[in-house]
Structure formats: C-alpha cells, structure tokens
C-alpha cells in the first residue's frame, strides 16, 4: 500500500507517522530531514522517498491508487465466486490497463524515464 509497491495509498506524515496519500506526483511534498545545514541552504537537505500529501492537498486522488483497488476489488470478487484464476484476472486487468500511454495510470508516461521503460519492454 505504500509508494515503494506502486499505489500510495499509504504515506508519511509529521504529526501521526503514516496518513492517506494516493495525491499525484505533482502534489507530493518530500519528507526533508531539516538540519542546521539545510535551514541555511537548501541544497544540502537530505530528501528520503517519503513524501507527504498535506501540503497540496489531492488525496486520494491518483488515478495510480485507483486502478489499484479497482484491480483488488475484482479479485475479490472472482475469489467470492471461488474463480481459481482470480488473481491472474485482477494482475492482468491492471497490467494490461497500464500499458496505454497517455493516461494518468500508465507505467510508460511521456518523459524521459517514460520512453526508457518503454523502450526496454520492447526489447
């Protein structure tokens, strides 16, 4: 549930430790650890990967976070169906939905990084 693993429903939060997320990137705020060092200049703030969503606000609004509960919704539902395949179906809708480029859940955006992991899947 945590960005690492791709949704971001789950992030950091200064006052309760974690908090709901899921905000798009342009709204993610990093966690800085603030020293002497870093007040006088910025430039040498040490930034993890935790970020925050407070600040900007949009919780619950990535449409990254939203095909991922889509995807475990569908296989909870094929599993109270007793489908054997449930979770092939449900990894496989959400695979195949991210492909498209163009969107906001897509895994191949359009930057730099974007057209490397593109490139490389076609390989």
């Known amino acids: 549930l945590q960005t ?3 949704i971001g429903l789950v992030v950091s939060d200064i006052a309760t430790a974690v908090t709901l997320g899921a905000c798009p990137l342009e709204n993610r705020v990093p966690i800085v650890a603030l020293t002497e060092s870093c ?3 910025t430039a040498t703030c040490v930034i993890s990967d935790g970020y925050t969503c407070d600040d900007l606000g949009g ?3 990535s449409g990254t976070t939203w095909i991922g509960i889509l995807g475990t ?3 909870l ?3 109270a169906y ?3 395949s449930a979770f092939i179906v449900g990894i496989s809708f959400v695979t195949f939905i991210s492909w498209f480029r163009g969107t906001a859940i ?3 955006p359009d930057n730099d990084a974007g057209d490397d992991r593109f490139n490389y899947f076609k390989q």
């Open 106 to 108: 897509t895994y191949f």
């Open 59 to 61: 919780v619950m609004t």
């Open 82 to 84: 007793k489908w054997n």
């Open 39 to 41: 007040a006088n200049n």
């Open 4 to 6: 690492a693993e791709g």
């Open 73 to 75: 919704m569908i296989i």
């Open 77 to 79: 539902v094929l599993l």
